[in-house]
């Protein structure tokens, strides 16, 4: 069975060695088992996929040795650098050439760093390439709707967190008359809400938004536990995406920082969570 592939580069002198050592390292590979015996030293860098490609029809015009990167640009700024350092100056523009579009919606520079070791680096141009085939969902709220329980007890932040989350669906495409906001006493009373909607099946997403604080609440983590429960098996049993914007916190400047001030707003980035599964979700059932 396949295990693996390796391309062996000799390299001049122990001097290069070292260079070429450090520089492979700069440009993030990941270090491999090396070697040293009586006869030299060998040092591996590993990728995380290799590929063997057989050609016909055309002499290749790349190296042999091609590495896929993700920032292009950073990768030739590095080994620019490093060239500059180690070869002279009017060296540099032949075995270094700039990045160029090669014909398969890529980009390439190729740098010749010993007689014997040319790389080619590349970058594809294509945002799927390389990856998994994956549903994900998209940040459109337009033409959806979306119901919003927040919480009355600690109205000064929670008030806060429902400004967050009308601004994300707001600016997400969602209208105003799509939004329906449900307030409650105070968090203990969220799960009951969020279901009673959720049953409606008239919403793509509920968004729950309440305050715990923990110096101020008696029987703090006996509430937060049945809070998180209620929401959770609402959202499990309708099928219907529930966003958990319920923050628990030490005391008020902690909760202040979440609802807009040092730490983003969480009533916010809940709405975005709503949003997002809700598109996943319909992805799914269309797909069904
Ligand atoms: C009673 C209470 C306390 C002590 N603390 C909080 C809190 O920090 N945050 C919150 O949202 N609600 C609190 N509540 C109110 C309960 O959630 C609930 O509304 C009441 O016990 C009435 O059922």
């Known amino acids: 069975m396949i ?20 520089l492979f390292a700069a440009l993030g590979f990941e270090p491999g088992k090396g070697w040293t015996d009586a006869t030299g030293r060998g040092s591996a860098f590993l990728a995380p996929v290799g590929n063997l490609e057989l050609i016909t029809g055309r002499a290749p015009a790349v190296p042999p040795v091609l590495i896929e990167v993700t920032q292009l640009d950073a990768v030739f700024d590095i ?16 075995a270094l050439t700039a990045v160029a579009a090669t014909h398969w919606n890529s980009r390439l520079f190729t740098v010749t760093l010993a007689p014997n ?23 459109s709220a337009s033409g959806r709707k979306f119901a919003i329980v927040v ?47 959720a049953e409606t099946k008239r919403f793509a997403g509920i968004i729950t938004l309440g305050v715990l604080l923990r110096g101020e609440t008696a029987h703090y983590e006996a509430i937060y536990n049945e809070v998180s429960r209620g929401i ?3 959202q499990q049993e309708t099928g219907i995406p529930h966003a958990f914007g319920v923050l628990t916190c030490e005391n008020l400047e902690q909760a202040l920082d ?10 916010f980035e809940a709405a975005i969570a709503a949003i997002e599964m809700a598109s996943i979700q319909q992805q799914i059932a269309e797909k069904k």
């Open 3 to 22: 295990k693996g592939m390796t391309l062996v580069a000799p390299v001049a002198s122990g001097d290069a060695f070292d260079k070429l050592t450090s």
């Open 79 to 94: 080994v620019l650098h490093w060239m500059q350092a180690h070869f002279r100056a009017e060296e540099v523009p032949t």
């Open 117 to 139: 070791l040319q790389l080619g680096f590349w970058q594809s141009e294509s945002v799927t390439h390389g990856r998994p085939i994956a549903i994900e969902g998209d940040l």
């Open 151 to 197: 919480a009355r007890w600690n109205a000064v932040i929670t008030d806060r967190l429902l400004q967050g989350s009308i601004d994300a669906l707001r600016r997400s495409g969602c209208s105003l008359a799509d939004i329906e906001i449900v307030r409650v006493p105070g968090a203990w009373e969220i799960p009951s809400a969020a279901r009673s909607l």
């Open 232 to 234: 959770g098996q609402s």
């Open 258 to 267: 979440r609802a807009g001030l040092k730490a983003g707003n969480k009533g």
